[in-house]
Every structure is written in C-alpha cells, then in structure tokens.
C-alpha cells in the first residue's frame, strides 16, 4: 500500500470576504496548492471538495464539478458534506483512494461564504447540522449545544471558566504571526472573563467566528512523488472516522465525544502509533470546550485533565505537546466546509518548517482532529514527516 504524500497546500486568508463568492475562494487556494506542489493541473485525477452551507449561503448545489472548473482541474469532481468535518471527510476519502491505487493524484479542500448571510443567518444556517426534529424546532443552537456539553463537563469533572478562558489566550497569541488568520489579535483572561455572556458557562470569546474562506492540498502517491522529482516530505499515515448520535439527548455522555474517540484509535491504530508520539495537534476548537473534549478523546489526557492544560503550559507553544498552532477554529477561523482541508495545511507547514510557528514543534508527527456538529462525526488524520 502506498504512502500518501501532501504535496502541496494553498488557503485564503480567513476571514470576511462577503463579495466573494465560493467558488472565488476556492480557486484561490486550489491554485496555490498546486503551485506549491509544483503538479500540473493535467495531472489532476480528483477533486474531493467540502462544504456544508453552499445550498444556503449561495442558492448552489452540485458543486463538485463547479469547483472543479474554478480550478482548472478536468476530473470527477465530488462534494462531500459532513457539517463542520465536511472536508476531513473529503481528505480521508481521497486519502484511501491514493493508498488502494485507483489514482496517483488527488486535490482535496474545501471552501464556505458565510458572511452574507449575516450573523442572524450564518446561525440559522449551522444549526441544520443539529438535529431539526428534537433540537433546532426547540430553539437549540451551538452556542447553547457546546455550553450544555460544558456544563455537563464541570459537574462531572470541575474545571473553571478561566481555564476555557486560558484556551482562548493561548489560541490567539498563536494565531498572532499566521498570514491566514481571522483575528491576529492578542487577548488576555480578563477580556474573555469580561465579554458578554453567549451561553453559560461560554462567552463570547469561547467561540469561534463567522468565517469565509477557503483550503485546498495535493495528495500523491509515493510513486509519482518519486517519479517526478516532488519535495513532499510529509504523508499522511493514518485516518480514522467515527459518528454519534445526533441530538444530545440521545446521547449517553455529554463530556466525552466517543466519536472522536473512535476516529483516534482507528487514526493511532492505522500510522502504527500511539498519543505519546504525537508532538503537535490542531483540533476542532469552535468553543474552547471543544479543545478539551478533543484532546481527551485523543487520548492526550485522562478525562476531566485537559481542562487545564493550556493553564499549566502544557499545550501553548512553548509546552511540551503544543496544540493549534495556526490559532485554531477559535482565532484563525471557521469557514465551515474549508476547516479539515486547513488543519491538513496547517500541519503540513508545520512539520516541514515553513509555517511562522514551525519553530514550537519539537517532533515529526501531527494530529488533525476535525469534528462535525456536536461531534456527531468526527476524522482524524495523522501526518508525519517520511523523507
């Protein structure tokens, strides 16, 4: 079975693009990527493409061979949707494709406009990830899911508002020096202590923004790296998926996600690697509750641990196993679809020294955990630098 190398990888800068339409975005980043993997579009046997409210946001179905042409790319085209793991989803299919030898390369990303809707209807819009019958005809939205998945965590295990709000610090100060970032802006315990309550126990800087904007990487075999002289030194060597029930109350644990859980062990399971050989994570952090969910379910942390981990310096850039480097959903941003594809090309800048926080990792070996609604569906992917 091949490796899988990350040839190439290309975003947009993340943030407020209401002008701009998907497909505007996503040809951005798909040129970039292939630039950066110095792969012709000929060559191009695949497009794997995320997105999750193009329906909504753009009156626009069927956008798989749509972006397709925004590429440039003549290939089958598909659209994957899996709410916020849409494009993990895509990678991990393009990513078994590659291995099982039914092509030699793929492009994968994704891309989301949210802005236009404006904050009223970006919220309506997320909420179809939910479960419409038994949560979002009730009132249910995200902010208000992920506080009763925190609330359930602080009753079960503790943990303290100004340990969610140190998660918050940490993401931002890392988000300072990426290029792509929505908001590279410091902030302090204080202010998220201080903004004005969302959901309790959440304020409004445990959330992450509402974001447009677009990712986009070549995935190749080992051969045709090696065949055609390509400096693609980082593979991905696991993927895991898991699901959950979708409403909460379905559930049976409101802290813990099992379908992270699952994805990371399948994930560990495929590279032939453990949690204690991961040097460097970025994870789904849309609130600063779900950087804690996901690093327990990774199995960094025994649960009710991770609460305080960013606290103790232990996931900040000068700790021992940083986590989101690039800022995270939290500052870097969240456009929808585009979010798995981005953690792919954060990484993969990460591992081969060419991302402004690349000197913070201490290791070869990267997590990419991105989750979809509340954490219904989950991909993990590991990344590892190979040659």
Do not use: W
């Not at 992920?146 to 602080?154: S, V």
């Not at 190749?220 to 065949?227: L, N, P, R």
């Amino acid at each position: 079975m091949t490796d899988v190398r990350v040839a190439g990888v290309g975003l947009t800068h993340f943030g407020e693009h209401p002008e701009r339409t998907g497909r505007d975005l996503f040809a951005a980043a798909s040129q970039r990527a292939l630039a950066d993997a110095g792969v012709p579009r000929a060559d191009i046997e695949q497009l794997n493409y995320g997105n999750f409210m193009g329906a909504l946001s753009e009156h626009q179905g069927h956008q798989g061979p749509l972006m397709a042409e925004a590429a440039g790319v003549d290939a089958p085209a598909t659209r994957y949707e899996s709410a916020c793991a849409s494009s993990g989803v895509a990678v991990r299919e393009a990513v078994k494709d590659v291995r099982n030898g039914e092509l030699d390369v793929a492009l994968v990303g994704g891309a989301e406009r949210m802005n236009n809707l404006g904050t009223a209807g970006s919220t309506e819009a997320l909420a179809i990830a939910a479960d419409d019958l038994y949560e979002v005809r009730a009132g249910m939205t995200f902010p208000a899911a992920y506080a009763l998945m925190a609330r359930a965590y602080f009753e079960r295990y503790g943990g303290t508002r100004e340990e969610l709000a140190e998660i918050a610090v940490k993401n931002h100060d890392n988000a300072l020096d990426n290029e792509h970032a929505q908001y590279q802006s410091a902030i302090t315990v204080a202010d998220a202590l201080d903004a004005p309550t969302i959901a309790e126990p959440l304020g409004l800087f445990d959330a992450c923004p509402i974001t447009d904007g677009a990712s986009a990487a070549v995935l190749v075999s080992d051969e045709y790296a090696e065949a055609n002289d390509l400096d693609a030194p980082v593979a991905v060597t696991g993927t895991g998926q898991g699901g959950d029930r979708m409403a909460l109350q379905d559930r049976e644990y409101l802290a813990r996600t099992p379908a992270a859980e699952r994805a990371a062990e399948e994930a560990y399971a495929d590279a032939g690697i453990g949690p204690q050989d991961v040097a460097v994570a970025e994870v789904h952090d849309c609130f600063t509750i779900a950087e804690v969910l996901a690093l327990e379910a990774l199995d960094f942390y025994a649960p009710g641990e991770a609460v305080g981990a960013a606290a103790r310096g232990e996931t900040t850039r000068g700790g021992d196993r940083p986590v989101n480097l690039s800022g995270g959903l939290k500052a870097k941003g969240h456009p929808v679809g585009a979010t798995g594809a981005s953690q792919l090309a954060e990484l993969t800048r990460l591992l081969r020294g060419d991302h402004p926080n690349s000197d913070a990792v201490d290791g070869e070996l990267g997590v990419a955990h991105n989750a979809g609604g509340t954490v219904a569906s989950t991909t993990v992917h590991v990344l590892e630098v190979v040659a």
